[in-house]
C-alpha cells in the first residue's frame, strides 16, 4: 500500500460504529464507546466524517469532543441535509461551554473534498442508507467517503532527461508542463449502505464495508435490503475490484456469533476465488491497529 495505515475500530450493528485511520488524523464516525476505546490516541483526530445521523454513529461525539477539542479542531464533517448535528452542537456548546467553540462543524455534500495532509485528501459521495422515500431528491443525509492522495509523475516526453536537465527544466517552465498528477484511491469507507457495483467505490487499495448479515435470506426477510448489505454482495463485490488489497467488514447483527460470521466470510471468499486477505471486526470487539491482526481470510 503506498500508505502505512493502521486502522483501528470498533463496529456493530445498532450499537457503536467508529474507524480511527492513522497516521491521517481520521476518524470515521463516532459511535458510543469511541472516547474510550481510542483514549489518549482520540487526541490525534483532526477530522470525524460522519456519515449518518443513527445514535450508533454519532453517540460517542458527547464523550469524544470534551476530551478531545483543542483550537479548530477536530473538524466534524457531516451531511449538510441532516438536522441532528447542527441539534448536537448546540447541545454541546451548552453542555461543555469550556469547549464551546474548540470544535468546528461543517455540513458537507456529494463531491465536497476536504484536504488531510499535503496531497492526502478525503471526498464524500452519497450511498443509499436513508431511502429517497425519506428524503428529497438532491438531499444528502448518508455519506460515503474515499481518501486519496495525488503525486506528480514526470510526463513521458521528460523521462531520459537527467537529473540536473529536469532541475533545470523546473526551473524554466510552470509545474503542470513538466508532471502530471496520478490520483491513487488509499481507502474507502462505505458506511451504512445496500451493496453498490465495484467502480462506485473509486477502486480503492482498502476497503471498509458493512456486513450485517450474512445472508441474503436475511437482509430481504427484515426488509434491509434498501438499508444495507450481506457478506455475499460485499465478497462478490471485492472480487471484482481491480486494485483492491485489503477488506475490513464490520457493522455485523448480533444475531451471529463469531463462528457464524467467520465460516460465511471463508466460504464467500473460496467461492469467489479472493486473492487478498479479509478481516473482520466482530460483534462487541474493538480491534487495534487491524491489519496487524489475524485475517479471517487469507489467500493460500
Partial sequence: MRMNL??????????????????????????????ATLQQKGLKIKTIACSHADRDHLSGLFQFLPLNSTSNRPLVLYPKDSGSFPAIKKFTDQFDPHVAGNTKWQGIENGHVQQLKPNTFLEAYPNRHIPRSETSQGQHKSLSYSVYCDTQKLKSEFSSLSGPEIGRL?????????????????????????????????????????????????????????????????????????????????????????????????AEAKRWNIKIPIFAVLPGEFVRDILSATPVWEPT
Fill in 6 to 35: 493502521r486502522v483501528s475500530g470498533h463496529s456493530t450493528a445498532l450499537y457503536s460504529t467508529c474507524w480511527a485511520i492513522e497516521p491521517i488524523g481520521l476518524l470515521f464516525d463516532c459511535g458510543d464507546g469511541a472516547a
Fill in 170 to 266: 523546473r526551473k524554466e517552465r510552470p509545474v503542470d508542463e513538466i508532471v502530471d498528477i496520478v490520483r491513487s484511491t488509499i481507502l474507502t469507507y462505505s458506511a451504512d449502505t445496500p451493496i453498490e457495483n465495484a467502480k462506485y467505490w473509486k477502486n480503492p487499495e482498502v476497503l471498509i464495508h458493512e456486513a450485517t448479515f450474512l445472508n441474503e435470506k436475511d437482509l430481504t426477510s427484515r426488509k434491509q435490503e434498501a438499508r444495507h448489505s450481506s457478506v455475499p454482495d460485499v465478497i462478490k463485490m471485492a472480487s471484482e475490484m481491480p486494485n483492491l488489497k485489503v477488506l475490513i467488514l464490520g457493522h455485523f447483527s448480533c444475531r451471529y456469533n463469531h463462528e457464524q460470521i467467520r465460516e460465511t466470510i471463508q
